[in-house]
């Protein structure tokens, strides 16, 4: 089976970014006690939390047996920043946006030992890398009337998870219906490498225009000092185990509906993908996707949507 498809991805991307600052009376430079002087974090750090609506498309492929699978996916996605709109956050302004790439490849065996009974084991490699320009952003600081600005911050990141899947599908006595309940090992490693930029503190509200999006250049206002984004290269390792449970419904061989629901219990986050597929030939049809994943490996929250053809041969 092969099926390209397009679509739309939804992010709502957290990260935190450490910060030196420059005091303007002195000219020393001041981390991490930037708390004290800007009333940002005592950590030196200063939270991005944007929401990045854009397009996506790839292609998806797959071998199918009695007892093994073999699938591949490939995603590119481009999304455009905006503010995330929550009130514990003290973003008041961004712009600009990120491209990246996703991939993923899978194996499953399966042990046919009864007609409605197969364990299963499984493997996966997946992995996604990306580039990011934030334009134009604009922090409140916490407990203070002081703002952060910064014409661009620039960043790259990238992640691979290696997961191994142990589980039984379960035929059920519905035409070709089954339930496979499963666990799951994910060793996952992230990493986030970004660049200095220069930007400004501001020290009085007032000089905050009243619509913060007409900010053409957000370190053109005075200001009490200098903000200096540290360029730093961050690796995180991440260990998971989640369990999950798939659920394959069909109707006559040509409608069908496949939803993975799976928990990872050491973040507590859902990740479901509901998948349809309607053939309207033996070898050709319509493949709809939508996935809602809660941060796991990285601080980003994901749901998108595709749609494409599918077609498909018998060997």
Known sequence: MISPFSGQMNLQLRSALSFN????????????????ITGLTQSGTLDLAVEGVGPQKGVQMMLRSDSLVISAAYTRAEVNFTPLRDSKLPIENAGGGANGNVYTGSIEYYWNITDSIAPMVGYSHSGFTAHYKVTNALFKTIGTNVYESFAVIDADDGSHSNVGKLGIRIKLPIQSWSITPYVQYAANRYHIKTR???????????????????????????????????????????????????????????????INARRNWNKGAWNVTTTALFFFHPNVGIQTSYLYAEPEVTLTFNRSWIIGPVFTATF
Request: charged share 15%; proline share 6%.
């Open 196 to 258: 200095p930029t220069i930007g400004r503190s501001i020290g009085q509200e007032n000089l905050i225009p009243t619509d913060a999006n007409a900010i053409v250049q957000a370190w053109t206002y005075d200001g009490v000092g200098s903000a200096i984004n540290a360029g730093s290269m961050s690796q995180i390792p991440a260990e998971d185990r989640s369990g999950g449970l798939i659920l394959f419904m069909d109707y006559n061989k040509f409608l069908s509906l496949n």
């Open 21 to 36: 600052y420059t005091d303007p009376t002195t000219g020393a430079s001041v981390s991490p006690a930037i708390g004290r």
